[in-house]
């Protein structure tokens, strides 16, 4: 079945560090991946996303590749603030012909960032 | 719009109790899931429904029911609550796109314990 692998937290840095999170996937076919991130005591919310391979989402200075080749989409923000810590889920969609549409997490990672 | 809200926001129930989780989305989604998120496993699917009137079962079913008699609510029902259903619970929404990509909304989420 799917399955999505992150790299284990915490991670701490300090502000204005550069950050990574890996994520890797194991899919039948061609899913659409997901950073979605949750601060505390709130939901889910998506960050980012990329439908195709070699597609790159970005949002709020945080990037994603599509990588097919390498199965992965890690997480990526060149310099990282106090305010984005929080707990990253890697995800995957990939609708079945019931018009199931469930993200497929990873277990989460979760960054704390040190002023 | 309201997006995505649920309630209660907290809940503690002693084994055996049943209650209702509430869910309810503004956005005439057609896709509506329930999901529940436990330590170090990401959030697994409990059940799913893809429109007024048809739902269907997730990775982790059991103890719970769910109906769909409007678009706009999808509640979850604990039939007889077990400290195993200690969790806390997101319901989600989405919608289809012209791709094959899904952006799922994510509610605050309920905490639930059961004694």
């Known amino acids: 079945g799917d399955s999505v692998t992150q790299m284990e937290g915490p991670v701490t840095l300090s502000e204005e560090a550069f950050l990574t999170i890996n994520c890797t996937y194991t899919?039948?076919?061609?899913?659409?991946l997901f950073w979605y991130v949750q601060y505390p005591g709130e939901g889910l919310q998506l960050l980012l996303k990329a439908t195709k391979a070699d597609d790159k989402g970005s949002n709020k200075g945080f990037e994603a590749t599509y990588r097919k080749e390498t199965t992965s989409f890690h997480l990526e923000k060149g310099s990282v603030q106090v305010s984005d810590s929080a707990v990253y889920f890697c995800?995957?969609?990939?609708?079945?012909?019931?018009?199931?549409?469930?993200?497929?997490f990873g277990s989460g990672t979760r960054l704390q960032v040190q002023p | 719009n309201a997006g995505v809200t649920q309630t209660p926001k907290f809940q503690v129930l002693k084994t055996g109790q049943s209650m209702t989780l509430q869910c309810a989305q503004d956005?005439?989604?057609?896709?509506m899931s329930w999901y529940r998120q436990d330590p170090g496993m990401g959030l697994r699917l409990i059940h799913y429904?893809?429109?007024?009137?048809?739902?269907d079962q997730g990775e982790v079913p059991n103890g719970y029911n769910v109906s769909r008699s409007t678009t706009e609510d999808f509640p979850l029902r604990l039939l007889s609550a077990a400290p195993s259903q200690t969790s806390v619970y997101f319901c989600?929404?989405?919608?289809?796109?012209?791709?094959?990509?899904?952006?799922?909304?994510f509610g605050p989420g309920t905490r639930l314990t059961v004694t």
């Open positions: 956005m005439n989604h057609e896709y």
């Open positions: 899919a039948t076919g061609y899913p659409s």
């Open positions: 429904s893809v429109g007024a009137g048809i739902t």
């Open positions: 995800a995957l969609l990939y609708p079945t012909d019931t018009g199931r549409r469930a993200l497929t």
């Open positions: 989600a929404s989405s919608y289809s796109l012209a791709g094959i990509s899904y952006e799922q909304y």
